[in-house]
């Protein structure tokens, strides 16, 4: 699994005009990319990393500050664009596989506490944010 994880002081996510998800003030919005090889232990592993990284002000996590969580699903991110002019999605994982993986990390992030919003699995999603510091990092389990 992969993650794009921005540190973000507001983020949202709308689907034909309508908020489908939002967190307001500091927090982390995250894009989960999943490939074959993914499982729900990787899932699992995921989600904890995310709620324990210290990237927040201060050095600190979700976990310390009860900071939110808006997690997006974003197949794009194992899009390989190394050769021509058109990225291949081969790496990604096909929706029947990647739903329940990015529905896992979500449920797993919920376990451990986390307020999280999320957008809607295979939309046409508008994502806006505030990225703070700009603070952006990949996160591969």
Known sequence: MRAVVQRVDGARVEVAGET?????????????GVTHEDTREKAAQLARKLW?????QGEKSCSDNGAPL?????FT??????????????AAAPGPVAEPLVDEVVS??????????TGRFGADMKVSLTN?????????V
């Open 70 to 74: 808006l997690v997006i699903s974003q």
């Open 108 to 117: 797993q992030l919920r376990a451990l506490g986390a307020h999280v919003e």
């Open 52 to 56: 324990s990284v210290r990237i927040l």
């Open 20 to 32: 489908v998800g939002e967190i307001v003030g500091e927090g982390l919005c995250v894009l989960v």
């Open 77 to 90: 991110l194992y899009g390989d664009a190394r050769k021509g002019r058109r990225p291949t999605w081969n």
């Open 132 to 140: 703070d510091g700009p603070f952006t990092v990949l996160v591969e």
